[in-house]
């Protein structure tokens, strides 16, 4: 079995600073990881996945996520928050022998002040 | 590549009406389809799985009379809300698999459906 928990229901930042959305995972195989970004009423886009290989993940408009298999986690980091990336975030976790489906998180909502 | 195309993208219907939703793999072939709900301020819970040419497989505590779910071919999915009751109003989401990619299923924008 999959589970995915996302510690931090809501977190807010102030612009220009450091974004950590914290993700820890369970999963008896080998786990496949994501991060999604939803906005309001629209579906959802991948900002990174890990599968196998490099640990650390570089993904779209400058976040990245590092793999610790010690630690179970798969946080997302971005140097520095821009307004528009208050949104919802999911991490979410699969697996070779899962097709496609995901396992998702309960979310977090991250704000950004000016 | 690998766009989902889900339509309609908000549905507002009477109870106890039907309303189908269309998920398409505009630029691959799907072999399987996956049906998610996500309440307000929620995380999404997958309803069912669904293979092209077969019977979906729905997740536990879903009603498949209620959820009727067609995969007739290798680009298309629907799912249609028998009866619909306002308690049925969520977002629902698809996401497609293409062949031969085991990593990643690709999502739909999604679809509003409010029944009033």
């Known amino acids: 079995a999959q589970s995915v928990t996302q510690l931090g229901s809501h977190v807010s930042v102030s612009e220009g600073a450091l974004v950590l959305l914290r993700c820890n995972y369970s999963?008896?195989?080998?786990?496949?990881l994501f991060w999604y970004v939803q906005y309001p009423n629209q579906g959802l886009q991948l900002l990174l996945k890990y599968t196998t290989g490099a640990t650390l993940v570089k993904g779209i408009n400058g976040f990245e996520a590092e793999f610790k298999k010690s630690e179970t986690s798969f946080h997302l980091t971005k140097p520095s928050a821009h307004m528009s990336d208050a949104a919802e975030y999911f991490c979410a976790v699969s697996s070779y022998n899962q097709g496609g489906k995901l396992i998702f998180g309960q979310g977090t909502e991250l704000s950004v002040k000016p | 590549g690998a766009v989902v195309s889900q339509h309609p993208s908000r549905v507002i219907c009477k109870s106890g009406t039907s309303v189908k939703i269309e998920c398409r793999s505009l630029d691959f072939q799907a072999t399987t389809m996956f049906w998610y709900r996500q309440f307000p301020k929620q995380s999404l819970m997958l309803m069912a799985t669904?293979?092209?040419?077969?019977?979906?497989?729905?997740e536990q505590g879903v009603e498949k009379d209620k959820f009727l779910i067609n995969h007739a071919s290798l680009t298309l999915s629907t799912l249609t809300v028998t009866s619909a009751h306002p308690e049925d109003s969520s977002f629902y989401i698809c996401s497609a698999r293409a062949i031969r990619e085991n990593t990643e299923a690709f999502f739909g924008q999604g679809t509003r459906l409010t029944v009033v």
């Open positions: 999963s008896s195989v080998p786990p496949y």
């Open positions: 669904s293979n092209e040419g077969s019977k979906a497989t729905y």
